[in-house]
């Protein structure tokens, strides 16, 4: 779309018509991303929100992906005509289209930060065909216990833990007027010097709660992928929700492009493990800066081209 010797100016109005004119079907984008990655069940969902400004402009989008290989594959997003937290009828929403999507789908559990609270939306989480859950609460949200009338804030239950201990409270707690299992751990104080916890609630197995949740942090990876440490989304130019929506479409394909290339790359020569158990690169950013060598250099570059093309192809 792109080629040729045309000016930039010429480009950016080609990009502009094709992101105003051409229609994309958001569903069929879903589940072609689930087939190109190829991602094992059960699968473990993340939710979480990004946003930043552009001149007077505010993007803010609410995301589901599914983690793997330590980074969260993107499958729906919204964008919130608005600032700030999403409320529970937009995550419902949000759950409601994965699960017509992927209605045979088998869940491990969804993890999800502290802004994603409160009784609709635990109350939807618990429904007739409940989803694991491994959520965080603010250590200021009340827990009442059977044997207590009134409920505390968290931090109550969790104040006399050492830094690095945790505990699980026993039996089911009321949290937002519904039963759940809490668990809880004392983190490093705060700049402050203020006591920090890190509360978690379950409907299931809340011994495996903590080291499960760690897993949310899959799609803090992919903003970042999709942003500062890759694809610079945070740059558009855009201003319309139908075609950043768009855009980030196409990003997600490109997205699992990347992630394809580098098991690929990885596959052929593993990436160093550094003296933090991490690698020291990763599969993202290696798929990612291979595909990029080759469209800087694609003349010299094609056979490479056509041969990373079949890690788009969903057979």
Not at 129 to 134: D, E, T
Not at 175 to 195: C, E, F, M, N, S
Not at 254 to 276: E, N, R, Y
């Amino acid at each position: 779309m792109c080629g040729g010797k045309a000016a930039d100016a010429s480009h950016y109005k080609r990009m502009q018509r094709f992101f105003r004119s051409f229609d994309l079907d958001m569903a069929q984008i879903a589940q072609m991303l689930v087939k190109l990655a190829g991602i094992p069940q059960p699968w473990v969902l993340s939710l979480d929100r990004t946003n930043w400004s552009f001149g007077k402009t505010h993007f803010n989008i609410l995301m589901l992906g599914v983690v793997h290989e330590g980074i969260a594959f993107p499958l729906l997003w919204t964008l919130l005509e608005k600032q700030g937290n999403s409320n529970s009828d937009e995550r419902m929403d949000l759950l409601d289209r994965f699960e017509a999507l992927f209605p045979d789908v088998v869940i491990a559990y969804l993890t999800a930060d502290r802004e994603f609270i409160g009784q609709e939306w635990l109350s939807y989480l618990l429904m007739d065909k409940p989803i694991p859950f491994r959520i965080r609460i603010r250590q200021s949200d009340l827990i009442r216990s059977r044997t207590r009338q009134q409920a505390v804030p968290g931090s109550r239950y969790f104040a006399n833990l050492s830094v690095g201990e945790t505990r699980v409270l026993s039996g089911h707690h009321w949290v937002w007027g519904r039963p759940v299992y809490v668990i809880g751990a004392r983190l490093q104080p705060t700049q402050k010097g203020d006591d920090n916890f890190l509360i978690l609630v379950t409907n299931h197995c809340p011994e495996q709660a903590l080291s499960d949740y760690t897993r949310r942090w899959g799609i803090e990876t992919l903003f970042a992928a999709l942003k500062t440490r890759g694809f610079c989304l945070e740059s558009t130019h855009f201003n319309d929700a139908p075609r950043l929506s768009k855009l980030l479409a196409l990003l997600a394909i490109a997205f699992v492009w990347a992630m394809k290339t580098g098991l690929w790359q990885h596959t052929l020569k593993p990436i160093p493990i550094k003296s933090h158990q991490r690698r020291a690169k990763s599969l993202f950013r290696l798929g990612f800066d291979y595909l990029r060598s080759i469209f800087t250099n694609l003349d010299h570059q094609f056979p490479a081209f056509l041969n990373s093309l079949h890690f788009l192809s969903c057979t």
